[in-house]
């Protein structure tokens, strides 16, 4: 019974070599030149100005923060009642991140962890209050959904290139910065632009409910703003000619860059994005505690290891670590 089955296969597979190796052409075959060029899923070409504008803020200075404690409490053993106990008790931090922007918050292919310069800060404050850095559920986030998972208690912290402005601090509360990142653009290495001014009634891609998409669609040039999830759509939106520039954070830009020889950053920084740590508004204790960490952070020495690691590559200067402004008690 065996050896029938076993020559069976034989049979059919026989068959099926002889059948490619005829020489008979693929039927069917499509003309490549009408297929559209596949989009990411989500894509928005000229979003109304509703979707991208914000309620205006009253002024304030986006950098300004709670003051961390007098002294940081000790590791495993959060004060009773605070939000950082609660943290403590359910066992892990949950922290919304990105896991596609190279450099920042991405899935190393080869280990299948988070990594980054955003993810460091994760670890960090996991261990200031577990004593141990790898407590932590990542949940990812995209740009247009860091608010709202917030305000909805999804996650007790966002640490993803989230530009702290007024807008944003009428709905949720940031750290102290811990980078000063400045809107900028990207294009083809064969391309001659170096400025959104040249980009008038050209495709310009941002990802949805960031601060640069809102940049791009207010611009005097009136470039077309195309919006997607994540930033990657908009790597793979440059490759295929979809759009003739990137244009957000030099930071994110500088990932795609060490992910793709063909494309460059040009022109000058147009905007001041300084990153703080989103956290819910009612939470100003986890506020401080975060701003102690961060202190800590950058007095021990484990920030600016973690820059050289992260974005040191880019061979960009390494900036002082940002002072932090503290709001008046
Ligand atoms: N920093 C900008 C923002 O928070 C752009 C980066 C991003 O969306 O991830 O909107």
């Known amino acids: 019974m065996r050896a029938v089955r076993t020559s069976l296969v034989f049979v059919v597979l026989l068959f099926a070599v002889t059948a490619c190796a005829g020489g008979g052409r693929p039927v069917d075959l499509a003309n490549v030149t009408s297929v559209p060029g596949p989009s990411p899923v989500g894509v928005e070409e000229n979003p109304s100005q509703s979707a991208t504008s914000t309620a205006p803020a009253p002024p304030c200075d986006p950098m300004a923060s709670f003051r961390p404690p007098a002294s940081m409490p000790t590791p495993g053993q959060m004060p009773d009642g605070s939000t950082m106990r609660a943290i403590q008790d359910t066992g892990k931090l949950i922290a919304g991140v990105d896991q596609n922007t190279f450099l920042f918050g991405f899935r190393n292919p080869t280990t299948g962890s988070l990594e980054g310069f955003d993810i460091d800060r994760v670890h960090e404050i996991a261990a200031a209050i577990f004593g141990d850095p790898n407590k932590v559920q990542f949940k990812v986030v995209t740009s247009n959904n860091r608010i709202d998972a917030l305000e909805k208690g999804e996650v007790h912290v966002v640490v993803r290139t989230f530009t702290a402005n007024c807008a944003r601090w009428q709905q949720i509360n940031f750290s102290n910065t811990y980078y000063v990142a400045g809107q900028r653009l990207l294009v083809d290495r064969q391309s001659n632009v170096t400025s959104l001014d040249q980009l008038g009634g050209k495709k310009v891609c941002a990802a949805k409910g960031s601060t640069s ?59 001041q994005e300084p990153y703080g740590i989103g956290i819910p508004k009612a939470n100003v204790d986890m506020v401080r505690f975060v701003n102690g960490v961060l202190a800590q952070s950058i007095a021990d020495g484990k920030w600016r290891d973690s820059y050289d690691k992260w974005l040191g590559r880019t061979g960009e200067q390494a900036p002082a670590p940002p002072a932090p402004v503290y709001l008046p008690e």
């Open 213 to 271: 998409i809102k940049t791009i669609t207010e611009h005097q040039a009136k470039p077309i703003p195309v919006q997607v999830d994540n930033w990657s759509d908009c790597l793979i939106m440059l490759q295929q000619g979809q759009v003739v520039a990137v244009s957000t954070d030099d930071t994110i830009l500088a990932g795609m860059v060490a992910q793709d020889p063909n494309v460059k950053m040009v022109g000058d920084r147009f905007t």
